[in-house]
């Protein structure tokens, strides 16, 4: 039994050893931006917004921050499916539901891109669920296939592009998956480059799903890693993307967004909404 006892608080203790580390980490590293107090906000920046990946655990954060903004007209959604958000949205009058099949022929949208403001692009999977080359498919060639037939279609700002490549992302990195979203980071903000168009790369540590979908582990690593700025909302992180395409003139192309940064924006995203 003694023994037993010291292997528990040994375990407990590495446990704890472990969660201090990250959070001194995330601390000392995580918050790379500084947020201009006095930038301009277009409210009008987001008066329309597409979301794909709204079937997802992020991305039905996003879709639910789309929904309840008030500046937010209109709503698209491109997915193979609905859900339940979906459909509430739907019915609100506030969502469009475009059903894809292929994610790299967006001509049925034809009519609907040169409408778009903002995307935010959730769409995604784990590298543990494909092989490398569906990886590639879903993370490199999708969205930059989005970019170049939304730009095709629309001229004017503003328009921004919000992609989540998640922490560890790294174009040079020892991982395929990392190598493959860096890419992607590049790629995209590469298409914009010349254009009215700008992009956004959302290297999030910890996603909470939104508290119709979260389990109670999950609001525990939440506490847990909440000090190091390791975790946020999948719906405080669609508020961080607006609120950062409203600052027209703040952030250039290219930008890199960590999860302090987003935490930064969620908070002055709420301040301008009253919710703080």
Not at 97 to 116: C, M, N
Not at 129 to 155: C, E, G, Q
Not at 253 to 261: C, P, Q, Y
């Amino acid at each position: 039994m003694k023994i037993l006892i010291k292997l528990i608080s040994a375990i407990v203790l590495l446990l704890v050893v472990t969660v201090v580390a990250f959070n001194v980490w995330g601390r000392l590293t995580l918050g790379t931006i500084t947020l201009d107090p006095n930038a301009s906000r277009d409210n009008s920046a987001n008066r329309v917004v597409l979301v794909s990946g709204a079937t997802g655990s992020v991305g039905d954060g996003l879709l639910k921050a789309a929904i309840e903004d008030p500046e937010v007209e209109s709503v698209h959604v491109i997915s193979r499916r609905s859900s339940p958000r979906i459909d509430a949205g739907v019915s609100s009058g506030k969502v469009e539901l475009h059903l894809l099949k292929d994610f790299t022929d967006y001509s049925s949208l034809a009519g609907v891109f040169p409408q778009v403001n903002t995307v935010l692009w959730a769409l995604g999977t784990s590298s543990l669920n494909v092989d490398d080359a569906t990886f590639a498919r879903i993370h490199v060639d999708f969205p930059l296939a989005f970019v170049k037939a939304w730009l095709a279609a629309r001229s004017e700002g503003p328009m921004s592009f919000h992609y989540i490549t998640g922490m560890g992302t790294d174009p040079e990195g020892s991982q395929q998956w990392a190598r493959d979203k860096g890419r992607a980071e590049l790629e995209i903000a590469e298409l914009a480059a010349a254009t009215e168009m700008r992009s956004f790369a959302y290297r999030s540590a910890m996603v909470r799903r939104t508290s119709e979908r979260a389990t109670r582990a999950e609001y525990i690593m939440e506490s847990l890693l909440k000090p190091g700025l390791l975790v946020i909302t999948a719906k405080d992180l669609g508020g961080a993307m607006l609120e950062i395409a409203a600052r027209t003139a703040e952030l250039p192309n290219g930008t890199i967004i960590d999860n302090a940064d987003s935490i930064l924006y969620a908070d002055a995203y709420k301040a301008h909404m009253g919710q703080l």
